[in-house]
């Protein structure tokens, strides 16, 4: 469990599946607080969202298990907008991964998810 007190990295997103440019950005996530809330927005099941919400964090544990202590996984609305006003005391930040992670597609990777089965 998280401590609900501290500083926290939030992510937000479908992660259908979960994949290592997902695993790479929570590694930067995890470097600017120690820990991080991820957020799976609830989505109609389709073609681009084959999996449960319970699949979804079943996958995100199992490949953040060395770091459960610093995560928590929970699901939201499907959150669309992120909107502030003034200083509110958050940073919304942008990470630019590596060429190679950034190129990933979640969505082959769901047509490979598709002809396994």
């Known amino acids: 469990m998280i ?3 501290k500083p926290t990295t939030m ?6 599946p979960w994949h290592k440019g997902h695993q790479t950005l929570f590694e930067e996530a995890l ?10 927005r609830s989505m109609p099941r ?33 959150i669309t907008n992120i909107i502030y006003g003034r200083d509110v005391g958050y940073t919304v930040e942008k990470v630019n991964l590596d060429k190679k992670i950034e190129a990933i597609s979640a969505t082959k990777i769901r047509q490979e998810m598709k002809n396994e089965i």
């Open 3 to 5: 401590d609900w007190n």
């Open 11 to 16: 992510m937000l997103g479908r992660w259908q």
């Open 31 to 40: 470097k600017r607080t120690g820990q991080v809330v991820i957020m799976v």
């Open 46 to 78: 389709s073609e681009n969202n084959p999996l449960t919400f319970l699949q979804v964090k079943d996958r995100i544990e199992d490949a953040l298990e060395s770091y459960k202590d610093q995560i928590e996984i929970i699901e939201v609305p499907n």
